[in-house]
C-alpha cells in the first residue's frame, strides 16, 4: 500500500511542478461525482493529467476534522476505505470504488491551516 501512496505522491508533485493543465480554479466534476468539496475550503489549484484529477485546498479545520469528514462522505458515497494513516498533524485516506482510487492527503500548514490534497485515478 506504501508504493501506492508514493506513487500519487509523486504525481501529485509531478502535476503540481510543471503546471498541467490548470483550470479556473472550481471543483472538478469528476471529483463532485465521487466525493463533495470540503465545506468552505478555498480551491488553491486544480490539475487534470490524463485520467488523473487533483485539487489542492486549504481549510481552517484542524487535519482530524477534515479527515473525519472526508471518512464519512467517502463510506457515503460507497467508496470503500482501503488505508488509514492518522499521525500528528499529517492524515491519509486511501480508498477504491470501481476501477478508481481516492487519495485524500491533509497536512497542516505553518499558519495552522489545513492543506487539502484529493486524487482521483484510475486503479
Known amino acids: 500500500m506504501s508504493k501506492r501512496f508514493i506513487f500519487f505522491g509523486v504525481l501529485v508533485v509531478f502535476a503540481i511542478s510543471m503546471n498541467v493543465a490548470l483550470s479556473a480554479m472550481d471543483y472538478p466534476e469528476d471529483l463532485k461525482k465521487a466525493v463533495a468539496p470540503y465545506p468552505n475550503a478555498k480551491i488553491l489549484q486544480t490539475v487534470n493529467v490524463t ?66 490534497s484529493l486524487t482521483l485515478a484510475p486503479k
Open 51 to 116: 485520467g488523473t484529477v487533483i485539487v489542492i485546498m486549504e481549510a481552517i479545520d484542524k487535519p482530524d476534522t477534515v479527515f473525519e469528514f472526508y471518512k464519512r462522505e467517502l463510506t457515503a458515497n460507497g467508496w470503500k476505505i482501503l488505508t488509514e494513516v492518522k499521525q500528528e498533524g499529517h492524515n491519509t485516506l486511501i480508498s477504491e470504488k470501481g476501477s478508481n482510487n481516492i487519495v485524500v492527503d491533509i497536512g497542516m500548514d505553518q499558519a495552522g491551516k489545513s492543506m487539502i
